[in-house]
């Protein structure tokens, strides 16, 4: 599968810091009732150490 994001001002990081984005799973309120089952769809990603900001020290 594709996805295609594009943003304009003010973009993705207005509601939480650059370092959070993609840590967590950002649900419309419309789809909230569904979390359960589209948590237990989502196939995990494991990002390597080096291309971790929060892991490099």
């Known amino acids: 599968m594709l996805f295609e994001i ?3 001002t003010p973009g993705f990081d207005i509601d939480e ?7 967590s799973l950002k649900l419309p309120p ?3 009732p569904s979390r359960e ?4 769809s989502v ?3 494991t990002v ?3 291309n971790n900001p ?4």
Do not use: Q
Not at 37 to 40: D, F, L, N, V
């Open 6 to 8: 594009a943003t304009d």
């Open 17 to 23: 810091p650059l370092l959070e984005l993609g840590r």
């Open 30 to 32: 419309w789809l909230e």
């Open 37 to 40: 089952a589209i948590e237990h």
């Open 43 to 45: 196939v995990p990603i």
């Open 48 to 50: 390597p150490a080096a």
């Open 54 to 57: 929060a892991l490099v020290v």
